[in-house]
């Protein structure tokens, strides 16, 4: 009998250790990394004197989707502003995106149990887009600003390689946290 209630709270044990190591992320080994696929829709917000929407930088921008990662799916939100354009030199933007502008970006995930992480870009952040304005690729990196219950504390990097097309977001949010 005492060999079956050993292996039973051994079993309990180790059930335990592998529901938490994905759940938590900040256990006992520490902070955990995030890849993060990304897909969502992003409209401006900024308007012209006629009351129609500037679609042309410079203008802020509103982002909603979800984020999908190792540790579960999270609502993405952002906002963010595409500064002035200029011509881009060689190598900076992808092929057929010729101009450049700088980029700031806020963002928050939020996941289903209540959990949030956000950040905020540093440095030199930028968007690269085509003559019309409809295409734009992001190139954007910045600090963890903070977060609630798993990610209390959070302290960190993100990077993130994004492409918008007309209104459709897709792309990849990596997050290193300390």
Sequence with gaps: MKKGITFIAIAAMALAFVATADTDAKAWWGWHGMNLKIAGSSFSVTTLPDGTTNAVPPFTAIQNGIARGKYGKAQLRSQTFAGELAPAAEGECPDGLVLRGALTISFVLTYSDGSLISGTTTGDSHYCTDFTGTTFAT????????????????????????????????????????
């Design 139 to 178: 190139d954007a990196a910045g600090i963890i600003t903070g977060g609630a219950r798993r990610f209390d504390d959070a302290t960190g990097d993100w990077n993130v390689d994004a492409t918008i097309e007309g209104s459709r977001l897709t792309g990849n949010l990596l997050v290193d946290l300390d």
